[in-house]
């Protein structure tokens, strides 16, 4: 679409089309542009009139913005025959629900012939709008005390409350998206708002000054830098007031009530400005009775049939249930169930089922925090890369202790494996690996194996097989450079304030006379070292554990103050040693062992957490959708979910707000060392092809 950039004072003529919001729409951008000519036609003036009424208004606006609708009754005013005109701005009708998810409309085929031979829908207390809650126990057969025991934080985890506010968010970033408006930067102003709406589809008016704005934005001319909100007439404060009850009000930090305010209409008439919630109750339940067959209402998570099932199960297992009416088919029993205050990330179908996938959050509350200034160190398998690169490039503290000659471009520091990890270590797959790097480094052990020798002649690390891609010249460079490195690892012991270790794996390769573990067999790099010195080990739960813990004893006899976080690899083996069974089936294994090794080990220890990096990407509930096409690489929305719940959990942190990535993105360069992933375990493939 070609938009024309006016000049100002020049006359415009625009069509505003939509629900009640477009009033405030046109008012707003009026009183900004006072000579554009607009006129509004809201959905009741063409269910009124007739669409055809108004098809001259179409052809002669200059452009049209409008509320998106497929209704079959507006005719021309149709999305479908809209967005066949170029001048026409599509602005969706603004709602959100995640401060009221109890308040919702009745199901349109709710309607009854009333006392005067009148069809009418079926009210509430307070007319159109319900408690889902109220409906609920109104179907099971409920009285009115009954119902209102439903009110409270536990019923509300089990229907999905608490997890509506930010579905909601992520609904409507979505929404507006689809139709050309980033809004991100706005919510996060509207967060800070408190509870920005009065009923789920009746926003502030800070809410439409801004979509007004977005809309002259649209238009390409200048907003205005002062503000109008308060200076357009506005009737939504003057109606209902749906309340945000109390749990959820601390839940998600702002004001609760227990009361609705309430407005004079056709069908209520009030002597009051507020009803509390019993009154609300016995009103509904009065007009309910009206309404001979079964109420029905579509709330926001999950359908009608599975909210009522919830919350059978609910009274089944709380002593909610005394005198229950006898059509709710209610066991009368006594039973205080275990579950019933537990938090919603207990739940599956509240915390997993009912969310949407880049939003599900199975991180718990760690007990300690990461500031911009905390020394972060990380080690591990391929995975472990993208936590150090994204810590980097947000602006962390990331520890390297081995660093690159000064006179490297950034692509051969990255060839050369500098600064991938605190240390020049490479990847470390297994426990056994990091134990005997930090053993070595502190003088308790000495390899047998000091190098290997290349088919062209130079000489490599056997410990670190692809640090030097081209090899050494000789053992007394490859000497000097292994005693630069374990330099370093002791540095980043002393110094580390927390350490991240990523579980890779359970097999590998190890010497048959010292168990030193390497991270490839030799022959997959060298056909002169003598391979028959190796032997291939598949490591257990019980060994991977006794690993881990003679690592944190050991670095905690010389850093007291260290924390550790422990997570697993998502990556699957790329192959198998052992033939018992699939390269599958034995990539579950070896998670499997890494997962309960490290919980066990996170339970033992005060200062270890365990991040669920692993469940995260391989989770059923993305239905595979973080893996790349191979099924082994993790694709970036993979990596960038794990890394915003761990930077929302540990850091406090909005990745999606910072500057320090686009600053690290902005040079080709940068860009390579931030997206490659160096794994040794590559060369098992190409040994293979």
């Known amino acids: 679409m070609k938009w024309l950039i006016n000049s100002k004072g020049c006359t415009l003529k625009i069509l505003m089309f939509g629900n009640y919001q477009i009033d ?17 036609i809201t ?49 969706p009708a603004f709602t959100f629900s995640g401060f009221h998810p109890d308040c919702v409309y009745i199901h349109r085929d709710c309607v009854y012939i009333n006392d005067k031979g009148i069809k009418t829908s079926v009210k509430s207390g307070v007319g159109d709008y319900h408690s889902a809650i109220a409906i609920y126990g109104y179907h099971l057969g409920l009285n009115v005390d009954q119902t209102l025991k439903l009110f409270n934080s536990r019923v509300y985890e089990i229907l999905g409350y608490y997890s509506l506010y930010e579905v909601e968010f992520h609904r409507i970033h979505q929404e507006f998206l689809e139709y050309g408006f980033d809004i991100s930067n706005i919510i996060a102003q509207w967060r800070l708002l408190g509870c920005f709406m ?11 000054s801004d979509i007004a704005e977005l809309i002259i934005d649209k238009l390409q001319y200048e907003i205005p830098n002062f503000d109008l909100c308060d200076a357009v007439p506005y009737t939504a404060p003057s109606s209902i007031i749906w309340p945000v009850y109390p749990s959820i009000a601390n839940f998600i930090k702002c ?3 227990n009361f609705i305010k309430v407005a004079n209409s056709d069908y209520t008439k009030f002597n009051k400005a507020y009803i509390d919630d019993k009154e609300f109750v016995n009103l509904s339940f009065k007009s309910y009775k009206e309404y001979k067959k079964e109420l029905n209402t579509v709330p926001y998570i999950n359908s009608f049939e599975e909210n009522v099932t919830s919350i059978k199960e609910y009274l089944l297992e709380s002593s909610n249930v005394e005198n229950v009416s006898k059509h709710s088919d209610l ?3 006594n039973f205080n169930s275990p579950y019933t205050r537990l938090p919603e990330s207990s739940f599956w179908k509240s915390s997993i089922a009912a969310i949407p996938v880049a939003l599900v959050d199975p991180v718990t509350k760690p007990n300690f925090t990461i500031s911009t200034s905390t020394k972060v160190a990380t080690a591990g398998s391929c995975f472990a890369e993208h936590i150090a690169n994204n810590l980097k490039a947000n602006g962390f503290n990331y520890l390297v202790t081995e660093k690159e000659p000064a006179n490297l471009t950034p692509l051969e520091r990255l060839d050369r494996n500098y600064s991938i990890f605190t240390a020049r270590y490479a990847n470390l797959y297994t426990a056994k690996q990091l134990l005997q790097l930090l053993q070595e480094a502190v003088g308790l052990r000495v390899p047998m194996d000091s190098h290997w020798k290349k088919n062209n002649g130079k000489y490599i ?14 053992t007394y460079q490859l000497a000097l450079s292994r005693k630069v490195h374990l330099a370093a690892v002791r540095d980043m012991i002393k110094e580390t304030e927390v350490f991240v270790f990523t579980l890779g794996a359970t097999e590998a390769w190890r010497h048959k006379i010292d168990q030193s573990v390497v991270p490839l067999h030799p022959a997959a790099v060298s056909s002169t070292t003598s391979s028959n010195m190796y032997e291939f080990h ?20 010389i850093n007291p103050s260290i924390k550790f976080i422990l997570t697993v690899s998502p990556i699957p083996l790329i192959a198998t040693f052992s033939d018992k069974h699939s390269v599958l089936t034995n990539t579950t294994y070896s998670k499997s062992v ?4 490290a919980d066990e080990v996170a339970q033992k220890f005060a200062c270890v957490e365990y991040f669920p990096s692993y469940e995260i990407i391989t989770g059923n509930y993305n239905r595979g959708a973080y893996y790349d096409i191979d099924l082994r690489s993790i694709r970036p929305e993979g990596v960038k979910h794990v890394m915003n719940l761990f930077f929302k959990h540990y850091c406090h942190f909005d990745m999606n707000q910072n500057t320090h990535i686009n600053k690290a993105n902005s040079n080709t360069n940068e860009k390579k060392i931030l997206s490659d992933i160096i794994c040794e375990e590559e060369l098992i493939q190409k040994s293979n092809e």
Not at 24 to 40: D, G, H, Q, R, V
Not at 61 to 90: C, W
Not at 461 to 474: A, H, Q, V
């Open 331 to 333: 066991p009368h029993e």
């Open 594 to 597: 890494l997962r309960v090794a």
């Open 461 to 474: 690390d056997p410990f670190r097989p692809e640090i030097e891609k081209l090899g050494f010249d000789n």
């Open 198 to 208: 009065y009923t789920v589809n009746h926003p502030k008016s800070q809410i439409l």
């Open 43 to 91: 959905l009741r003036n063409i269910q009124a009139n007739g669409p055809e009424s108004f098809m001259s208004e179409i052809d002669s606006a200059d452009y049209i913005v409008a509320h998106p609708m497929e209704r079959a009754d507006i005719g021309a005013f149709r999305q479908s025959n809209l967005v066949k005109l170029d001048k026409t701005i599509f602005i």
């Open 255 to 257: 004001n609760s009530s």
């Open 538 to 557: 598949n490591f257990n739960v019980s060994e991977v554990k006794n690993d881990l813990k003679e690592v944190i004893d050991l670095i905690l006899s």
């Open 24 to 40: 405030f729409l046109a008012n707003y951008i009026s009183l900004c542009f006072p000579e554009w000519k607009i006129t509004t």
